[in-house]
């Protein structure tokens, strides 16, 4: 999964490491679009982003503090669902994101979307650069080397 063409990278969620992810992706050509997922909106409420996010290559959801998680991810799924293709990636990033949140992003996504988790799309829990667990072998590689790039 790693990319022939400059990246389409979705950052989302409140974190302050995002902003130096989105400049270090754009420094190196990446297209990087910020999307804010605090707030959980209507399925209608999703579609202007959509032109936006349509066709995102890796998507970065932040997930500063426990206590934030269930509503980042719902938001994160409402926003991105709609836009996922087959071969993205969605990143969760944090360590308030335990396996089992970031399992139910996975589900959600897939449920919103059509698409299947681990065929045709992977979600990758990151604690700092760490791969935490994954829904491929393929996802948890790119996620890494993307990471090693990108911080």
């Known amino acids: 999964m790693f990319f022939l063409h400059a990246p389409k990278l979705v950052l989302t969620g409140s974190s302050s490491s995002l902003?130096?992810?989105?400049?270090?992706a754009a420094a190196l050509g990446a297209e990087v679009v910020v999307v804010d997922s605090t707030t959980v909106a209507a399925p209608d409420a999703a579609a202007p982003c959509v032109a936006e996010l349509d066709g995102f290559d890796v998507a970065v959801v932040a997930v500063p503090d426990p206590a934030s998680a269930d509503v980042a991810l719902?938001?994160?799924?409402?926003?991105?669902?709609?836009?996922?293709?087959h071969g993205a990636l969605v990143i969760v990033r944090g360590a308030a994101c335990a396996e089992p949140e970031g399992r139910r992003l996975a589900d959600d996504l897939a449920e919103r979307s059509g698409l299947e988790i681990g065929r045709h799309f992977d979600v990758v829990g990151l604690d700092g650069d760490?791969?935490?667990w994954s829904t491929g072998d393929e996802g948890a590689q790119t996620a890494r080397h993307l990471m090693s790039r990108l911080g």
């Open 74 to 85: 719902r938001g994160a799924a409402a926003r991105l669902a709609p836009a996922l293709r």
């Open 19 to 24: 902003r130096e992810t989105g400049d270090r």
């Open 130 to 132: 760490h791969v935490t």
